[in-house]
Nanobody, 116 residues
């Protein structure tokens, strides 16, 4: 089983913070990158942030300065620290793990709700 497992979603008021976690499994040494996607109601699943095996990061413009992606190799876990959350950040957040010698795997998602 190599499906990533997400945790940390919840409901917060605007301006609040949450930290999402994503635990990878399988051949973790062949992971190219891990990332977080967000899917709002009736919307497509869009990339929010990504971190490569070498530690390079990417952020969508909408979250730059507010979200931080990081990883703990010892725990095979990637984190998404989200601050200054806004209602438009609401959605299901999915973790993806891309493996060098195989397909990418998606987690089941964790719901983030930000109220006005």
């Amino acid at each position: 089983q190599v499906q990533p497992v997400e945790s940390g979603g919840g409901s917060v008021p605007a301006g609040g913070s949450l930290r999402l976690s994503c635990a990878a499994s399988g051949d973790i040494f062949s992971i190219n990158f891990m990332g977080w996607y967000r899917q709002g109601s009736g919307q497509e699943r869009d990339l929010v942030a990504q971190i490569t095996a070498g530690g390079d990061t990417y952020y969508d413009d909408s979250v730059k300065g507010r979200f931080t992606i990081s990883k703990d190799p010892a725990k095979n876990t990637v984190y998404l620290q989200m601050t200054s959350l806004q209602p438009e950040d609401t959605g299901v957040y999915y973790c993806i793990a891309d493996y060098r010698y195989g397909p990418s795997y998606w987690g089941k998602g964790t719901l983030v709700m930000v109220s006005h």
